[in-house]
């Protein structure tokens, strides 16, 4: 179970690293206004921010904004539907396109085509409907969670702060441990839920763990930077401010990642790689500000490294999952498997929320000084997978040695009756930056 630090700080960790996060912490802490504070299970301190990845901080009648950062990051699902050709063999040459793919600029103006409308972002489930993406306008038009990802989108806010397009739109800035993932479905734990979401073993999925820089960072300039440290009150003009654009962040991210996989999508099927379509599975976000109102009253969710993950039964999911749970992701680390799960009712603990990856337990600098570029692929659990890189970045800082054991995240998760698994997925070729 998890344990308290005090009457607001709930740890789901193996542990907390003294120093700065505990002062993190007491600091969050002391205000009045929070709450309670989750620490999920890839909780950790990060090299460059202020606040600990891996916490949900709960407030009332105030939202802290230095405790956001990347609004929108997240990862998308989708699964490629396959034909007899398919063959796993030509998995280097499928990566080869899938890089060229999105950094070509013609492709990904093509795909990008039909959200350049201003009221694509506002009104976006009408888009999704024409982006000829399989079961996304029939099984998942009313978003996972679209009362509380995106409950407040002012289209006034929007046309005051927003440049549209944004100059970002569709590119894939991969850095970090952002990732296109080609995968295949290795082993199904729940035959009903992996049915709702279409999947089944043998399939072939594509994830794609991104956020976008352009348009939050143009935001961040506009707004965030006025506030700095200070607090929000809550409700006021600057909170309706605040929430929209965070939500309007959230969906441009969730957009690009969608542009993206239509740009894949099309470049793959012009080949004959026996790859015909794209359906859109789901879609978690890491990252954001959320209501909800509770016995009368609003609280107000800030999500710093976590994913909203609301139990069986919350009103805020679509009906076709109500009464099962809400899907969630588990990104394993470089080379290493991940599980689609589906959370329990241990969440209502845990602030509605759960851990979006595994967390480090070794800094990127210690890495990029202490470990070998060509020593990475042996610590693949998957021996026979393709890596390939579309820019400078280092694979030393993202191997699997770096991250926290995905078992012992997932003990964590099931003591604590946060989620359950669904399935478990193989990774066959990763692009990285």
């Known amino acids: 179970m998890a344990y308290k630090l005090n009457q607001k700080i709930k740890i ?19 205000n009045d206004n929070v709450l309670n504070i989750s620490c999920l299970p890839d909780f950790y301190q990060k090299e460059h921010t202020k606040w600990p990845s891996g916490i949900t901080v709960v407030a009332k009648d105030t939202i802290l904004p230095n405790l956001l950062e990347g609004v929108g990051c997240g990862i998308s699902l989708f699964k490629l539907k396959t034909d007899d050709s398919f063959e796993k063999e030509k998995l280097k040459e499928i990566m080869e396109l899938i890089a060229k793919s999105i950094k070509d600029i013609d492709i990904i103006r093509k795909s990008a085509e039909l959200f350049k409308q201003p009221e694509s972002i506002i009104q976006f489930q009408d888009y999704l409907i024409l982006s000829e993406i399989g079961h996304i306008g029939e099984k998942w038009r009313n978003d996972t969670l679209s009362e509380i990802r995106f409950n407040q989108l002012d289209e006034k806010i929007f046309n005051e702060y927003v440049d549209w397009p944004p100059r970002d739109m569709g590119l894939a800035l991969i850095e970090g441990n952002h990732f ?40 961040e300039k506009k707004f965030n930077k006025k506030y700095s440290d200070k607090k929000i009150t809550y409700p006021s003009k600057e909170a309706n401010e605040y929430i929209s654009l965070t939500n309007i962040s959230q969906r441009y991210c969730l957009m690009n990642r969608i542009i993206i996989a239509r740009a894949i999508i099309e470049s793959l099927k012009k080949k004959n790689f026996g790859i015909e379509e794209l359906s859109f599975v789901f879609d978690v976000t890491h990252c954001g500000i959320f209501k909800r109102k509770e016995n009368g009253k609003i609280k107000l969710y800030h999500h710093t490294g976590a994913s909203p993950a609301l139990p069986p039964g919350d009103v805020n999911l679509s009906k076709i999952i109500r009464s099962s749970g809400q899907p969630l992701i588990l990104p394993g680390a470089l080379g290493t498997e991940s599980y689609i799960l589906k959370s329990s009712e241990g969440t209502t603990n845990s602030s509605f929320t759960i851990n979006h990856g595994l967390g480090r337990k070794i ?6 000084a202490n470990f070998k570029e060509e020593d990475v692929p042996k610590t693949f659990k998957y021996k026979d997978m393709q890596v390939k890189q579309v820019s400078g970045g280092d694979l030393a800082s993202q191997m699997n040695t770096c991250y926290k054991d995905i078992s012992k995240i997932l003990e964590i998760i099931t003591k604590n009756n946060l989620a359950t698994k669904v399935a478990k997925v193989k990774p066959l070729g990763i692009i990285k930056g």
């Open 12 to 30: 789901f960790a193996q542990e907390i690293s003294g120093g700065k996060v505990e002062e993190s912490l007491q600091k969050l802490f002391s």
């Open 180 to 219: 296109i993932e080609i995968q295949e479905v290795e082993e199904i734990f729940n035959q009903k839920f992996s049915e709702i979401l279409q999947i089944d073993k043998g399939d072939i999925l594509l994830m794609i763990h991104l956020e976008s820089e352009g348009l939050n960072l143009e935001l």
């Open 363 to 368: 800094s990127k600098a210690y890495a990029r």
